[in-house]
């Protein structure tokens, strides 16, 4: 994986990063759930141009973009093409488990990871990982090696652009942060 990678539309960077493996300080697992946004839809971040809030969003491409929401948890990003960005759902944990259990405060497996904020919490993500390369520590990617089944549908946690099914997951996980709808579908 590289910067090439991420040198495209979030759509095809939140669906080819299902299965990928994510480590941040040793801590990580499988991703099992995507969220894509783009600069010229109004749920993203980057859709009324550069803020220092955003700013990062408009980089290079294989950086972090991290953010707090509702001021509360810390929700993990990576940037993509200028304005567009991959959030990051959802992780099945495979490694350093019982680091992400302490920094959680319990240690039900399917809810360590399970929600960007849940999943920041677990693998020590905070406002000094934003702006960091995703090719260098704390991060570890590596792609799966062969393609997951993936299924798709609308965006949650959001009020606007809802419709768009830019929401990415792994077939038959138990970890990712809230269920496929039945419209949802296999993604192509």
């Known amino acids: 994986m590289d910067q090439q990678f991420f040198d495209r539309g979030s759509v095809d960077v939140a669906r080819d990063l299902i ?12 991703i ?49 093409r200028p304005g567009s960005a991959v959030l990051i759902r959802a992780l099945q944990p495979v490694r350093g488990i019982e680091e992400m259990e302490t920094r959680r405060g319990f240690s039900d497996p399917l809810l360590l990871c399970s929600g960007p904020g ?46 768009l099914p830019w929401r990415f997951g792994l077939s038959g996980s138990l970890h990712i942060s809230k269920k496929f709808s039945g419209k949802g579908g296999l993604a192509p």
Do not use: K
């Open 118 to 163: 849940r999943l920041c919490q677990a693998l020590g993500i905070t406002i000094e990982h934003n702006g960091l390369s995703l090719f260098a520590p704390p991060f570890e990617l590596t792609l799966p090696d062969a393609s997951p089944l993936i299924v798709t549908g609308r965006r949650i946690g959001i009020s606007q652009a809802v419709d």
């Open 19 to 30: 299965g990928a493996e994510l480590d941040v300080s040793g801590a990580g697992g499988v």
């Open 32 to 80: 099992v759930e995507t969220e894509a946004y783009e600069p010229d839809e109004p749920a993203s971040h980057s859709f009324r141009g550069v803020t220092q809030r955003n700013a990062v969003m408009f980089g290079p491409p294989g950086h972090a973009y991290v953010y707090r929401s509702y001021g509360i948890h810390w929700c993990l990003n990576f940037v993509c």
